[in-house]
């Protein structure tokens, strides 16, 4: 018993640090926040997809592979390295992120044992 509950508890804590994360993105979005914003995008990244290797924001644009998230990932790395003054889709990223969490149904490659049901 004392076993289940460690890995619901350990399991309930991944969840709300995903959750965190998602909460800190919309706000540097909202705030402009660029450096803080791509610095969580990959920390979205890496706690939603744990076997791949997320290292920058054409990483992640690979693995959400959304035309319209991959030209968001490029402006933001224009503003950040070259500070033009384009503007992100803000609900274009969210909608991305929401879309691609790893909450949703995980497809039969990811799954590590087949279901027991």
């Known amino acids: 018993m004392l076993i289940s509950y460690f890995l619901f ?8 640090n995903k ?11 909202k705030n402009n926040d660029f450096r803080k914003l791509r610095d969580n995008l990959i920390k979205w ?6 076997n791949k290797d997320i290292n920058n924001l054409n990483d992640l644009a690979m ?3 959304e035309d319209e998230f991959s030209q968001q990932m490029q402006i933001l790395n224009r503003i950040i390295y070259t500070g033009t003054d384009e503007k ?3 609900s274009i990223i969210l ?5 691609h969490s790893s909450d949703h149904k995980k497809s039969e490659a990811e799954r590590p044992l087949p279901e027991l049901y």
């Open 19 to 29: 959750s965190k994360t998602l909460t800190k993105i919309n706000n540097y979005l």
């Open 45 to 50: 990244g890496n706690e939603n997809y744990h």
């Open 95 to 99: 909608s991305a992120l929401k879309n």
């Open 88 to 90: 992100l889709e803000k």
């Open 9 to 16: 508890s350990k399991q309930n804590i991944a969840l709300n």
């Open 63 to 65: 693995l959400i592979n």
